[in-house]
């Protein structure tokens, strides 16, 4: 089965700030944006209670002072969402097991990492598929090694 | 003293000093310019070195930010009228960022780009050598070096590895625009050079026009014969004159000393 994380910054973030106000000045059509680290697992069955467990304690992944982690309904970009990742993958692996930092998890077939950007209006609806696109291919992709999904 | 070249600094660029350092060893009138600089004054100058580091803190990727820099627009301008442009690893990716290299069919778009180091995306600081396997005169700032010449210099990132589509890296190769490759001391090259998994074997890339180079590793920091890694440096000890001569990165900057040499000449 398919286990979507989501890990975002509960304290300011620095880096979708400075990528929202380049965007504003390269003209980009968009209020408010948000970043995230997106884990798109595929699990053995039963064990997304585990991994989640396992994903708390690993504090490069997660640190409750700074991180809000939760498990994501939608396995695939919303509305007003670019998900950003590497052509050659991210998944390391030793020993048969998926790893991240070096540490193994248990039950986890393979592993996607995402950098997950939300467009939004000064409203904070989700801004018109165009307004993605154009981000997209202005800053928040290089298309000669990452690969974006949007809805 | 040659014409005035302007060192870029970013939020978050750390190796300006050393650059400027071995830019005026070279003999060139080099100055360090702030982001935030009158964009005319910044326009004045005859060559632009962009230096290592992490501008803007490699937010969003290294050198993505930077890329879009109002700074940038002065050498977007100076490329297109054939000023020199050197980038040194985060100024390389920057230039990569910005489309100003490789710069296949004359598109400013991002075509290619340095990326995490293979196999298993570390930072890696390691002694180098790079060869020039272009002909001198392909790039403005090789133009007096020798063919097949090879420079010591230090690779220190973690996101050095040039990747670009298929098509793309075929045309790199094809077109002449992979200026230098990584090689052993003698000047051999294979992957066993190659300190990041780099496609092509790539340390350098130069636009179509020549006058733009990016470079990943670190030529300023083997430009004198203390920060040299092999028996050169060892047969330098206790003798402060020698271990303070030049070392082969200094060739680099003496070569975009040459170019500006050459174009106040014409």
Known sequence: MICCVEVRLTIPDNEARTALSTLR???????????????????????????????????????????????????????????VDEIDGAEVRSGGAVRIGGRALPGVRSMERFTAW????????????RVVLEATETLLCNPAFQKATRK | MSALVGVLIFPGT?????????????????????????????????????????????????????????????????????????????????????GLAPGLDGAATTQAGFTR???????????????????????????SLPANAVLPAWASHGEGRLAARPDVLARLRSEGHVAFVYCD???????????????????ALVNARGNVLAIMPHPERDAWTYMHHDEERERARGDAAAMLGASGGIALFRGLANALSATAAR
């Not at chain 1, 939300?118 to 598929?129: D, N, Q």
């Not at chain 2, 803007?56 to 442009?85: Q, S």
């Open chain 1, 25 to 83: 000045r390269l003209g980009v059509s968009v209020e408010r944006l948000e970043r995230a680290d997106l884990y798109r697992f595929d699990v053995e069955k039963d064990a997304e209670k585990d991994l989640v467990a396992t994903l708390r304690g690993f504090e490069t992944v997660y640190n409750p002072n700074k991180h809000a982690l939760r498990v994501r309904e939608e396995e695939r970009p919303g509305a007003g969402e670019v998900w």
């Open chain 2, 14 to 98: 750390n190796s300006e000093e050393e650059t400027l350092r071995a830019c005026r060893a070279a003999g060139l009138d080099a100055q360090l310019v702030h982001w935030n600089a009158d964009l005319d004054e910044v326009r004045g100058y005859a060559a632009y070195v962009l230096p290592g580091g992490f501008a803007y803190e490699d937010r969003v990727r290294a050198g993505a930010i930077a890329a879009h820099d109002r700074l940038m627009t002065a050498v977007r301008e100076g490329e297109a009228a054939g000023k020199p442009v050197l980038g040194i690893c985060n100024g390389a990716q920057i230039l990569l960022e910005s």
């Open chain 1, 118 to 129: 939300k467009l939004m209006c000064a409203t904070g609806a989700a801004v018109p598929e």
């Open chain 2, 185 to 203: 001391a003698r000047g051999n090259v294979g992957p066993e050079a190659v300190p990041n998994g780099s496609a092509l074997g790539a340390a």
């Open chain 2, 117 to 143: 180091n293979a196999p298993l995306g570390k930072y890696r600081s390691t002694h180098v050598y790079v060869k020039l396997s272009v002909p001198p005169q392909r790039c403005t700032i090789t133009a």
